[in-house]
């Protein structure tokens, strides 16, 4: 048994940045072959929007013929907009699930549809612990989460017959571009709010990307064979798994 996922194709979307960044750092530190996708092309870094249904084919196709079959798929690529339900717009609305939700929908899809007929995969959908916890001003983003995590249960369940696994990682806050926009003080990330109701977190840091990034390297890993349609939180206790 291969403990790591050396020789395998393995695509992980929002790969520019952040815990996209981290996820194929680690990936390929374990001998897998990464195609790092985002909106824009960067060093390393090829362009996707993965709101684009025919976009999102063509660039798996092309990996497929060009790289080989992709045996790692992980969905990384989001975005957050933040704002009281009563001031939430349809176009904020839309955009966070087109992104967060219909992006991973479409990029699952795409590459399952080929996991399944070759009876062998991993997929990881990086969610967030929001999509388990109420959380104020973030009923979009937390909605949407919840949808990409459930759909990667359902879409697990189904393909379990075929060998392939599905997880989420999620994550909670997290040192990176996106937290530092709404939470620029990671002392009072960690201390926590009474007035919006949400939890510290107990471990008494802010997670860096490269925990996000191990905990997908195991799930990938064949040490995780067993372990399908699972949500691992990587929240320091944060949301006390409520």
Request: aromatic residues 4%; proline residues 4%.
């Amino acid at each position: 048994m291969t403990a790591r996922p050396a020789g395998r194709v393995a695509l992980v979307t929002g790969a520019a940045g952040g815990i996209g960044a981290a996820v194929v750092r680690a990936l390929a530190a374990d001998g897998a072959t990464v195609i790092g996708t985002d909106l824009a092309a960067g060093p390393g870094v090829r362009p996707l929007d993965v709101r684009d249904a025919g976009a999102v084919e063509a660039l798996v196709a092309d990996v497929e013929a060009g790289v080989g079959p992709i045996g790692v798929l992980v969905n990384v690529a989001g975005v957050l907009r933040v704002g009281p339900v009563l001031e939430t717009t349809d176009a904020d609305w839309a955009a966070v699930f087109a992104v967060n939700a219909t992006g991973v929908f479409h990029v699952s899809r795409a590459v399952a549809r080929r996991m399944a007929a070759r009876r062998s995969g991993v997929i990881v959908t990086v969610g967030s612990n929001a999509a388990g916890v109420p959380r104020m001003h973030m009923a979009a983003y937390a909605a949407a989460k919840a949808a990409a995590a459930h759909f990667t249960r359902c879409l697990g369940l189904e393909l379990a017959a075929s060998g392939v696994r599905c997880n989420v990682v999620a994550p909670g806050s997290t040192d990176t571009e996106m937290l530092r926009a709404v939470a620029p003080c990671s002392a009072d990330v960690i201390a926590g709010s009474g007035d919006t109701f949400k939890t510290g977190i107990p471990l008494g840091r802010v997670a860096a990307p490269s925990d996000v990034a191990d905990a997908v390297a195991f799930l990938v890993s064949d040490r995780a064979r067993h372990v399908t349609m699972h949500d691992l939180y990587v929240d320091g206790g944060a949301t006390l798994r409520a």
